[in-house]
């Protein structure tokens, strides 16, 4: 089925890739920015006939009416993304990632045309788990930093309220992302990595036993597809991790996998026993109940995006622009 779907934070890292994928598959796709890192990532989309760009910052209220104006689903995505950037402007990050994010979801449920919400949580919102141990999405939560807190309260908003019975919300709570988009990001572990690899630079791994989950930008977009296309009273009211149990890793074997690409790599490792973020996550439940399945892993991110630089396609990838904090 068609929809007309806004997607928040359009022009990020996940948002330039997730409106292109909902174009392909026949959507009306309004994309709602404030245009923090540029708006470059769009320019191919920008002709599309079923693509329409609002510029607004959504701590805004006057930019809500006419965001939902005729929309029946809503990705939201916009936020101030990542631990060091809600770190560095903490009173911003509760502004956007908290109260911009409520008025925009009261609105949704004052709006009857929109019946879909899915928002983008994070697996940081777990924190540091038992070691050994998987954690899933009945496991308690423990989020060590101010950007998983606010995602932690904002779940509790989005699942906690009175909703219509035909509203179905749902919380997407992400992995660690990689690979290539219209918005490279080279301050997610993978990614920067492969371009210090890549320039020539010496690797220093800090913490290389800690595990995380990781997903490659393509199928985390994919998800938000997927529940978008999945019957309401199977996604309504629901939170599902994204990724594949199997795409757990500890740095020292992303390093791994990146030294079996690029043999002659420069890698240190640099002792330390603690790390608040140190989880392993199980993703049965997507695949079970909505039948996610990834296309790509790690060494297919660490493939293209050392392609990319290789190639000169992205010419300076140190730049600010595909970073998240200055
Ligand atoms: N990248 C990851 O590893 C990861 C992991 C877990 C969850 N997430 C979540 O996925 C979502 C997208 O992440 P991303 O990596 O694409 O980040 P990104 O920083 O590349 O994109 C965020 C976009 O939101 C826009 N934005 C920010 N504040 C806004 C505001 N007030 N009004 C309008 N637009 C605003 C920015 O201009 C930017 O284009 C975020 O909610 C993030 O927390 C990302």
């Not at 806004?6 to 996940?14: C, K, P, R």
């Not at 990542?82 to 109260?99: I, K, R, S, T, Y």
């Not at 026993?273 to 892993?297: C, H, M, N, Q, W």
């Amino acid at each position: 089925m068609a929809r007309n779907i806004l997607v928040t934070g359009a022009a990020g890292y996940i948002g330039s890739v997730l409106v292109r994928q909902l174009l392909v598959a026949g959507h009306r796709v309004r994309g709602l920015d404030a245009l923090f890192f540029g708006g470059d990532s769009l320019l191919s989309v920008f002709g599309h006939p079923r693509f329409e760009f609002q510029r607004a910052d959504l701590r805004d209220p006057a930019a809500l009416a006419p965001a939902l104006a005729d929309i029946d689903a809503v990705v939201h995505l916009a936020a101030i993304v990542g631990d060091p950037a809600c770190a560095q402007q903490p009173d911003l990050a509760e502004a956007v990632n908290l109260d911009a994010a409520v008025a925009l979801f009261e609105r949704c449920l004052a709006t009857p045309s929109v019946r879909r919400f899915v928002f983008a949580s994070t697996c940081s919102n777990y924190g540091r788990a038992t070691p050994g141990e998987f954690v899933d999405e009945t496991s308690p939560l423990n989020p060590v930093s101010l950007y998983a807190r606010l995602k932690v309260r904002f779940e509790e908003c989005l699942l906690g309220s009175a909703v219509r019975s035909d509203f179905a919300p749902t919380a997407l709570r992400f992995a660690t992302v990689h690979g290539l988009s219209p918005r490279p990001r080279f301050d997610l572990t993978v990614n920067e990595f492969v371009r210090d690899v890549t320039l020539g630079r010496t690797l220093r791994i800090f913490g290389e036993q800690f595990w995380r989950p990781y997903c490659h930008v393509e199928d985390l977009a994919g998800s938000c597809g997927l529940v978008l296309a999945s019957p309401p009273e199977r996604v309504g009211r629901r939170v599902f991790g994204v990724g594949d149990t199997a795409e757990n890793y500890q740095k020292r074997m992303l390093a791994d996998e990146i030294r079996a690409q690029v043999p002659d790599a420069r890698i240190e490792y640099v002792p330390r026993i603690e790390d608040p973020r140190d989880y392993r996550v199980d993703f049965s439940r997507i695949r079970a109940e909505l039948g996610f399945a990834i296309t790509k892993r790690v060494p297919d991110g660490i493939r293209e995006v050392r392609a990319a630089i290789l190639a000169g396609v992205i010419a300076d990838p140190d730049h600010v622009r595909y970073r998240n904090i200055a």
